[in-house]
């Protein structure tokens, strides 16, 4: 299909984390181009663990970057979290039904060549540096998201 | 209007779920052709209270479904719920005005001809059977929601 | 840019009213039309904290008055809200990065032409009368705001 999809991903919670990639992947596999842009908690599903750092962060932003997840398998549920149990009772349930886990389809969407922006203002916000982030993110400003956004046939806020 | 309008009913709230059944009804009193694609907890929303079973399901399964809510009245707000009170305060308040529920809107809905879509992999993961659901639901997989979405002139994820 | 966007303010939390105000302060740079439709929790961020009134009103429209947010400032962060510690240091964040807070941004948006509508059904089931909101805020029913949205390039639930 020669169509378009822009995925703004705001939220940072597994499951809808879990249904944007799996929107993604099909997309691809229907040959429709696919931006996603990372804002505010979207951004924590792009950290890279093995980057992590608290150098040349203020004291805020060194909290904060403690505080919040470090990375797509440490996302919390936007219902039934239950300080993790709730998660762990549906990763059970993916795992009896042989369903692929968050990173998996976040690889499978770098693979597939799914574009990755992350937005400028929330990384300066919230202190985070580019190489704390996976490498295949670019970081835009707002206005670029939209020019993606407006081009595209369908754009959803998640 | 000869449009096209795509609902993905992802949180399974009875606020998000209420205003997202106005705008479907209010869209085919517009003659607006509407999809409505209800994945992970959207699908709670669409539970037969009268077809619950717990059989063939893993243990896993019999939590969760005993754990959730069993249908339209039973979901919780997004926001103030506080175990039910901050629900059962909208509810007055929504009387006092003479507005319709929710289930009232489910059914005029399915009346005015809105297509109900039930995700595929959601319902295998969290072991919903096809018969423990309203009987109008389509179950299909993500391309066939992008391919529907991709078509229409406005797609919201709820 | 010749475009249109349509924004549904449904949520009320201030980090996603921040983000939904900075696309629509952009777009208008970008020369794009904006409507932004203020429905359910989303019209605590119209609420004009000076013409606050409880005349009028019944019990619960009373009581959900005054328990909820009385204008921008005042709504919470849709995570890590944590009674309001979150926020604070949000906003110490943004501080330090000299970002403008939510009310500047309304302001902005305001003085740019972005259009502001209020969902007619919400106001009255939730007991807000006209005056009781800013100004600039028209009222009007679903129909309208799926005419407008129908019309538009993108559309987002928010």
Redesign the interface.
Known sequence: ?N?K??L?M???DY??AL?AL??AN??R??D?EVTMFF???GLFLLRNPETFTLEEK?V??K??SM??PKGPEDLPL???NMSGIGKQ??L???D??E?PHLSDFLKGALKKGVKFYGCK?SM????FKQEEMIPELEIV???E???D??E???????
């Open positions: 299909m169509k999809m822009n703004l705001f939220s940072g499951d809808k249904a799996i929107l099909s997309a596999e229907m429709v804002s505010f908690w203020s805020y932003e909290m904060f505080m919040t936007s219902k039934m009772m549906l059970e349930m993916m009896d039904n369903a203002l300066e916000i919230m202190g400003d707002a206005k998201y939209l020019k956004a407006l595209a046939d369908m754009q959803l806020f998640i």
